[in-house]
């Protein structure tokens, strides 16, 4: 077995609503403020449907706020029916700053910015085998001894 370290990574955005938590793959935006919030894949779509560029996500129309909701969408679709000069994706760093859209919704939601912790291998770890003697001797044997006879 080797010994691990943990250690501060990369980030990752979680979209909360109510109960539910689903981690953030990508964002888009669109020149009037529709916002598209695609979620890693969760679903167990078929994969025609993979395909054909269905993902999970929260869609929220500027124009039409309190009736966002999650559910499936074609992102072929959603690009090509905006024109690819009228969407874009929105930078991993700003996807907090769009928690400002959920304050024209009746639906509270939010996106949260969360630190992945990576474990690492120590360097000076090594692997025990079975035939060495793992028991304590001498003065840490007493130490044990002396707890528990209190």
């Known amino acids: 077995m080797n010994a691990k370290n943990s250690?501060?990574?990369e980030k990752k955005y979680m979209f909360v609503l109510g109960k539910e938590r689903l981690e953030i793959e990508r964002v888009l935006e669109s020149i009037n403020g529709d916002i598209f919030v695609i979620f890693k894949d969760r679903t167990g779509l078929k994969e025609e449907h993979v395909e054909a560029g269905?993902?999970?996500?929260?869609?929220?129309?500027?124009?039409?706020?309190?009736?966002?909701?999650?559910?499936?969408?074609?992102?072929n679709e959603v690009i090509n029916s905006y024109g690819s000069h009228r969407i874009w994706e929105v930078p991993k760093p700003n996807w907090v700053a769009l928690n400002t859209y959920s304050r024209i919704s009746n639906q509270k939601w939010r996106i949260e910015e969360v630190e992945i912790k990576k474990e690492v291998e120590r360097p000076n770890a090594r692997d025990v085998t079975d035939?060495?003697?793992m028991?304590?001797?001498?003065?840490?044997?007493?130490?044990i001894d002396y707890d528990m006879d209190m």
């Open 135 to 143: 028991s304590l001797t001498g003065e840490h044997q007493e130490i």
């Open 54 to 75: 269905e993902k999970f996500a929260w869609v929220q129309l500027y124009a039409m706020p309190d009736m966002a909701e999650l559910g499936y969408i074609n992102i």
């Open 131 to 133: 035939d060495e003697d």
């Open 7 to 9: 250690r501060k990574g």
